[in-house]
């Protein structure tokens, strides 16, 4: 998320064994949109799908853990 508000992100991420490890800078999704919208595009809605999966996951430990 702090990607897309142009922030530092804060998330930590821990690994049990050998990792390859990507990264995404903001100029080349920058580059992606102005070279490839169609598969920009597609990114975007990978990630809105992703951030709605999690946001519907956390509803539910909400509701769950809800007295009622």
Known sequence: MGF???VPSSATVWAEGRVTLF???RDQVDRMRREQPALAI???EFLLRSLSDRLI???RMIAALSPG
């Open 23 to 25: 990264t995404l800078r």
């Open 42 to 44: 597609a990114f975007d």
């Open 4 to 6: 897309f508000r142009r």
């Open 57 to 59: 996951l956390t509803d």
